[in-house]
């Protein structure tokens, strides 16, 4: 069976801005470029009314079950298909967690944030404006 992408029961992707709809894109490719399953852990829901993920700009991804080489691929893979002019690709990792992190792992941990479990966050950049260019037909 192919490599899968899977959401987690909760999770409500209904209402994707642009942005989101780009980054659910690229995460849905990823199974396939990437050999292994992926797991949308964050849509909208969980987070405060002006946060990217309730605007629909933002998905995270589990990394629990991912090895330290698979987790920087795919934080390549992301990062290099959704570009840096209007998206940010994040490695968050809890603080406590941070001083045990396998050293391959270390030059991509967003270190401001503190989340409740380490996982790959996509969003639109801060300040921008996503919007894609219709296809001429």
Same mark, same amino acid.
């Given at each position: 069976?192919p490599?899968?992408?899977?959401?987690k029961?909760?999770?409500?992707?209904?209402?994707?801005?642009p942005?989101?709809?780009?980054?659910?894109?690229?995460?849905s490719?990823?199974?396939?470029?990437?050999?292994?399953?992926?797991?949308?852990t964050?849509?909208?829901?969980s987070?405060?009314?002006?946060?990217?993920?309730?605007l629909?700009?933002a998905l995270?991804?589990?990394?629990?079950?991912?090895?330290?080489?698979?987790?920087?691929?795919? @934080?390549?893979y992301?990062?290099?298909?959704?570009?840096?002019?209007f998206?940010?690709t994040? @490695?968050?990792?809890?603080h406590?967690d941070? $001083?045990t992190l396998? $050293?391959?792992l270390v030059d991509y941990v967003? /270190?401001?944030?503190?989340?409740? /479990?380490?996982h790959?966050?996509?969003?639109r950049?801060?300040?921008?404006?996503f919007?894609?260019?219709?296809?001429?037909?």
């Amino acid at each position: 069976m192919p490599p899968r992408l899977y959401v987690k029961p909760g999770v409500s992707l209904n209402g994707l801005d642009p942005a989101g709809c780009r980054i659910l894109a690229v995460v849905s490719s990823a199974p396939a470029a990437l050999g292994h399953d992926l797991t949308i852990t964050c849509g909208l829901d969980s987070h405060g009314p002006t946060d990217p993920h309730t605007l629909g700009a933002a998905l995270d991804l589990r990394t629990i079950d991912l090895t330290p080489a698979q987790i920087v691929a795919l @934080y390549k893979y992301c990062a290099g298909n959704l570009g840096p002019d209007f998206f940010t690709t994040l @490695y968050e990792v809890p603080h406590a967690d941070v $001083p045990t992190l396998d $050293p391959l792992l270390v030059d991509y941990v967003y /270190a401001p944030s503190n989340p409740t /479990a380490a996982h790959l966050h996509l969003q639109r950049r801060i300040g921008t404006v996503f919007t894609p260019t219709p296809i001429q037909v």
